[in-house]
């Protein structure tokens, strides 16, 4: 007499499920799901790696653009400096205030980017 492959159990050659466990004792039906999970399992996880390389290029543009604002504005206060228009200590105070500006734009964009991507019930 044949046994459950999962159980252990004895079964008789007629059943198609175990009685005890209820697992299937064909193994076409048996391999034929384990390969549909596996299938589903690998789509999901295709799903979840571009998930999360489409973040990766969304996000991308921001901290380039931020940069190159505060490059710009350093380098046209340098000039300032250097022309004698104003000093590198008038300098300081109106970098702060672009650069708190500059995060500010950008935190609110990430947070529009955030809201689209997983949008409230």
């Known amino acids: 007499m044949p046994y459950c492959p999962k159980c252990g159990k004895e079964v008789s050659e007629e059943d198609a499920f175990c009685p005890s466990c209820g697992a299937s004792l064909r193994p076409e039906r048996r391999l034929y799901r384990e390969r549909v999970e596996k299938r589903e399992k ?4 295709e799903k979840t ?5 489409r973040e990766k290029e969304e996000a991308g543009p ?7 604002l505060i490059l710009v504005f350093v ?3 340098f000039f300032l400096a250097t022309t004698r228009i104003i000093s590198f200590r008038e300098a300081w105070p109106y970098f702060l205030v672009f650069l708190g500006m500059i995060i500010i734009i950008a935190a609110v964009y990430a947070g ?3 809201s689209r991507r997983s949008p409230r019930p």
């Open 112 to 114: 529009i980017i955030a």
């Open 49 to 53: 790696e571009k998930a999360e390389k």
């Open 62 to 68: 921001a901290a380039p653009l931020v940069i190159g």
């Open 75 to 77: 380098g046209f206060a």
């Open 42 to 45: 690998e789509e999901k996880m």
